[in-house]
């Protein structure tokens, strides 16, 4: 037993050394070519928004693949944490001059708020399950676009001042500035994002996740998954991990979002940034990843964000080349043919390493 249990740490801790040692890699590689000249500015231009969707895609993963309940409302806390991100930063930008303090502060900020939003759509939300679940977090992801769009703040001499669907009513002196201006969103974020950033959001929340999951609590959570009943008679606390998983997940989307608020000029909440298809684009990474895999996420989102860029060449057939790439990918991964074929091929790999080492 003793001997299973150091075998399945070690097989693990070598998984998450290929993961962040993939990360690095990639990173190295891609300031080396961005050095030569060799990248084009459109592909620096995805790097930021490739490294946002890879975080939010491990927050979701781990609410999906490791908890085990289908949300479709990561897009609301990305939300959340991109509009409180970009508040604070409009907020302190006169004040602190230091980039890289303004945007940990507006990275805490925004990481805060999402977890807090998720314990409290927690809190009623995990008494359900399967599609009655998707459906509430979905509700959830658009009551919040729809009520930031009605949301008027501003700041002045006299101090705040906020309404609610008629911005007219406020009346600001020439120094007071738009903080959350309706539909209009927040404008004139200073561009603190980049892809050094992403990638070490990155790393650090590879780091929680898989410390979360291979720890007591995420054990836990994977039992809780596995059999709800067997789980709670054993003593654990259904409500309690659960809930917890799901915070955790919500804050890392969170902070995807302030990654992505701080990377434009402008961000509203709008359906294309934060609607239901956001939601959904996200989930289709986790499954073509790999439910469960932090990895897979990462490749799933770095690869179907730089698809239809690389193939806008072929205009018409894009979309459609697209759909083939998925739906292929979607066989190659769950068919039960591809997966047999995939443990045979990887049989005979270990097979004849052994061969050669012998």
Known sequence: MAKTTKKLIKKSTGNQLITCGMVAAVYIAVQIMIAAGAMSSLMQGLLVPMCTYSIVAIGLNLCVGYLGELSIGHAGFMCVGAFSGAFCTK???????????????????????????????????????????????????????????????AKDTDGFHFAISDGNSIRLSEEG???????????????????????????????????LVH???????????????????????????????????????????VLYAHNLSTVTATPANFGYNMSIMILVFVVLGGIGSFRGSIIAAVLLTLLPEVLRGLSDYRMLIYSIVLIAVMLFNWAPKCIEFRQKVMARLKKSSGKGEA
Do not use: C, Q
């Open 91 to 153: 907020l302190l930008a006169g004040t602190i001059s230091n980039s890289v303090l303004l945007f940990v502060l507006a990275l805490l900020v925004g990481t805060a708020m999402a977890a807090l939003f998720g314990f409290l759509v927690g809190i009623p939300v995990l008494r359900l399950r399967g599609d009655y679940l998707a459906i509430v977090t979905l509700a959830f992801g658009e009551i919040i676009k729809n009520i930031i769009n009605v949301l008027y703040i």
């Open 177 to 211: 500035v738009w903080l959350i201006n309706g539909a209009k969103g927040i404008t004139k974020i200073p561009h603190l994002s980049s892809f050094t950033a992403g990638v070490i959001l990155i790393l650090l929340f590879l780091l929680v996740v898989f410390n």
């Open 215 to 257: 720890s007591r609590s995420g054990r836990a959570i994977m039992a809780i998954r596995d059999n709800r009943i067997a789980a709670e008679s054993v003593g654990i606390n259904i409500t309690k991990f659960k809930l917890m998983a799901f915070t955790i997940s919500a804050a890392i989307a969170g902070a995807g979002g």
